[in-house]
């Protein structure tokens, strides 16, 4: 390698590790707004962890030739990054991803049946069990959602995940922007609130408290609305 290209990669280096020092304090802002809308056994620690992983890779893989600033990539990396190490780290048991497949079938069975959405009553007496008990489940699986539409489903049943893999990356391109078009769509037909805090809580970012003050419902009802609504999804989308 030629002097001048060492210098080339020194300098680099060099530049790579000052966008990391001086952005470090965004992997905080994003990790503590995520960590407000995430189950209380997600530490703080580990989205920091992750986070600056993937500003590190922002750095060494940033292009200014493609017009996005360097804070616009690396927050996109950061908060991907922080996502990707709480999905990896799934600690819903087993019976939780097992109710939410059974509520799911219910809904659909519900849906497809009488032409309309399922209500809280009718989902509960098809599973046999009080509407206090279904209202446990949902409970229990709001503690286990992860934030994003390609969370709909839970890691290997991730609706975004169970798309065939196509041999052409164009195509793999193509399927998922539909499927997130069909997504949207679906959103779009949920019970009005259901699709209220669907929009609180991914388009405006609010917290499960904070959606609660909005719509004059306790914070672990809004819980409970977010996770019917999402596994309505799934029963609409499977």
Same mark, same amino acid.
């Given at each position: 390698?030629?002097?001048?290209?060492?210098?080339?990669?020194?300098?680099?280096?060099?530049?790579?590790?000052?966008?990391?020092?001086?952005?470090? %304090?965004?992997?905080?802002? /994003? @990790?503590?707004? #995520?960590?407000?809308?995430? %189950? @209380? =056994?997600?530490? +703080?620690?580990?989205?920091?962890?992750?986070?600056?992983?993937?500003?590190?890779?922002?750095?060494? =893989?940033?292009?200014? $030739?493609?017009?996005?600033? &360097?804070?616009?990539?690396?927050?996109?990396?950061?908060?991907?990054?922080? #996502? *990707? *190490?709480?999905?990896?780290?799934?600690?819903?048991?087993?019976?939780?991803?097992?109710?939410?497949?059974?509520?799911? !079938?219910?809904?659909?069975?519900?849906?497809?049946?009488?032409?309309?959405?399922?209500?809280? $009553?009718? /989902? !509960?007496?098809?599973? *046999?069990?009080?509407?206090?008990?279904?209202?446990?489940?949902?409970?229990?699986?709001?503690?286990?959602?992860?934030?994003? &539409?390609?969370? /709909?489903?839970?890691? *290997?049943?991730? #609706?975004?995940? =169970?798309? %065939? =893999?196509?041999?052409?990356? +164009?195509?793999?391109?193509?399927?998922?922007?539909?499927?997130?078009? +069909?997504? @949207?769509?679906?959103?779009?037909?949920? %019970?009005?609130?259901?699709?209220?805090?669907?929009? #609180?809580?991914?388009?405006?970012? +609010?917290?499960?408290?904070?959606?609660?003050?909005? /719509?004059?419902?306790?914070?672990?009802?809004?819980?409970?609305?977010?996770?019917?609504?999402?596994?309505?999804?799934? !029963?609409?989308? $499977?």
């Amino acid at each position: 390698m030629s002097l001048i290209m060492k210098k080339i990669d020194v300098y680099s280096q060099y530049e790579r590790q000052d966008l990391v020092a001086k952005h470090a %304090p965004l992997v905080k802002r /994003i @990790a503590y707004h #995520l960590k407000s809308r995430m %189950p @209380a =056994n997600i530490q +703080l620690d580990d989205l920091i962890q992750a986070g600056m992983v993937g500003l590190l890779e922002a750095a060494n =893989n940033y292009d200014a $030739t493609q017009g996005a600033s &360097f804070e616009t990539y690396a927050g996109i990396r950061v908060r991907g990054a922080m #996502l *990707d *190490d709480v999905r990896k780290n799934d600690w819903a048991p087993r019976s939780v991803h097992r109710n939410n497949r059974r509520v799911a !079938a219910v809904v659909q069975k519900i849906e497809n049946e009488k032409g309309r959405d399922a209500r809280d $009553t009718e /989902i !509960a007496e098809a599973l *046999d069990m009080k509407l206090e008990e279904y209202n446990r489940i949902l409970q229990d699986a709001s503690g286990h959602k992860i934030l994003s &539409f390609e969370d /709909i489903g839970s890691n *290997d049943e991730s #609706l975004l995940n =169970n798309i %065939p =893999n196509p041999q052409s990356e +164009l195509l793999d391109v193509i399927q998922k922007d539909d499927l997130k078009s +069909l997504v @949207a769509t679906a959103i779009a037909s949920l %019970p009005e609130r259901e699709r209220l805090v669907m929009a #609180l809580y991914y388009d405006e970012e +609010l917290n499960l408290r904070e959606i609660g003050a909005v /719509i004059g419902v306790s914070e672990s009802r809004v819980s409970q609305i977010h996770s019917q609504a999402v596994i309505r999804l799934q !029963a609409r989308l $499977t």
